[in-house]
Structure formats: C-alpha cells, structure tokens
C-alpha cells in the first residue's frame, strides 16, 4: 500500500517543530501510525519516538460566478504529529 505523505509548512508547524521538536505531516487517511512511522525513518533517516494522529472532514465549498453557482468539496485528510529523538532534526528540503 503507498502512502502519500507532505509536510506541512506552516508558521504554527514551523514553532511547534522547533519548540517540542515534533513535525507536521498531512498523510493519506487510511494509513495508519506504524506506517506513518516507517515511511517519516526511511525517508529521513531518523528515530521515531511517537505518532499523534487527527482525522480531518473534507469540507463543502461554493462560490458564485457569470454561469451560476459552482459546488464542490475539499478532500478529507489526516495529519500526524512524528516526534523525533533527541538531538535529530528532520530537513523538509533535503529531498528536493
């Protein structure tokens, strides 16, 4: 099973990441903690000490325009919190 995984790169993430130093990632909704968990330590080479998860709802969105109104939805997601250990640090960019 492939799971999609993306940082989440944000203002609240980035001080979260450097405060408790525990990383944002919005992650495919039917993965679970101990994949999540082996795909953050392959692909950045560091220890996993915890996975936090929260299971967003897509959410309904529309919006007016000249042909009328247009309705559609946002995907739902997951996003999990990896705690890395002591002294590692994650490089979102090294991949690029």
Known sequence: MKI??????????TAYSEKQNCYTFAVSPDANKFQIKDVVEKLYNVRVVSVNTCNYA???????????????????FKKAYVTVA?????????NI
């Open 86 to 94: 002591e002294g590692q640090s994650i490089d979102y960019y090294s």
């Open 4 to 13: 999609e995984i993306r940082p989440i790169v944000t203002e609240k993430a």
């Open 58 to 76: 897509g959410k309904r969105k529309a919006r007016y325009t000249k042909s009328g109104l247009l309705r559609g939805s946002k995907p739902a």
